[in-house]
């Protein structure tokens, strides 16, 4: 069936490191990709996505490029801030048939000052 | 910016006791969902709601479980008699009406639910 594999955390990071949370996904056919982040006490907030095979989805910073021959969808940032500390979950939506985000598991990213 | 909210942010229950989280889509979108999150697991689909009725439910959505949009505006998750595996995280979510292959789902803060 389709799932989402995320790096297990916590990942601790000093200001201005680079962060990268690996994610790869099982699924059939092409579906969609999408960072989530959640903020203490926040609900989830879309961060970034990307709709097709080699398409780069960014904001804020953040990064993560498709790449379906690796199945993968890492995130990355070239510098954190304090700010960034958040849980990041990775999801894929197939659409069609079925509406519903498939999720991996979250990581929680610390980054310390 | 509109946002999705839920009521209460946390509710304390006794096993067998029925519980009622309400959620207050954004006011145009159509599709409504309920997620929840065991802590320290996934974020897992409950139930998708769509013209006034499910379009899709996972095995987790059993008979205990119900969800109803009783007044144009609130969308809300019964569970008949809660047990202690039922204590979680739920999300509330919405989406535009459209979907296809950018479809983005906009998550409520959470209802933390803790059955004793």
């Known amino acids: 069936g389709n799932s989402v594999t995320q790096m297990e955390g916590p990942v601790t990071l000093s200001e201005e490191a680079f962060l990268t949370i690996n994610c790869t996904y099982t699924a059939t056919g092409y579906p969609s990709l999408f960072w989530y982040v959640q903020y203490p006490g926040e609900g989830l907030q879309l961060l970034l996505k990307?709709?097709?095979?080699?398409d780069k989805g960014s904001n804020k910073g953040f990064e993560a490029t498709y790449r379906k021959e690796t199945t993968s969808f890492h995130l990355e940032k070239g510098s954190v801030q304090v700010s960034d500390s958040a849980v990041y979950f990775c999801?894929?939506?197939?659409?069609?048939?079925?509406?519903?985000?498939?999720f991996g598991t979250g990581t929680l990213l610390a980054v310390q000052p | 910016e509109p946002e999705v909210t839920q009521t209460p942010s946390h509710q304390v229950t006794q096993m067998g006791q029925e519980v009622i989280l309400r959620c207050v889509p954004i006011?145009?979108?159509?599709?409504f969902y309920w997620y929840r999150q065991i802590l320290g697991q996934k974020v897992e689909f409950l139930v998708s709601?769509?013209?006034?009725?499910?379009?899709?439910k996972s095995e987790i959505f059993d008979d205990q479980f119900s969800v109803e949009r009783p007044d144009g505006s609130n969308f809300t998750l019964k569970i008949r008699s809660t047990k202690l595996e039922d204590s979680a995280m739920y999300f509330c979510a919405s989406s535009e009406p459209g979907g296809g292959s950018s479809y983005e789902q906009y998550f409520g803060p959470g209802t933390r639910l803790t059955v004793t």
């Open positions: 709601f769509y013209n006034n009725e499910i379009s899709e």
């Open positions: 006011s145009n979108h159509l599709y």
């Open positions: 999801a894929l939506y197939y659409g069609g048939a079925t509406n519903k985000l498939i």
């Open positions: 990307a709709t097709k095979a080699d």
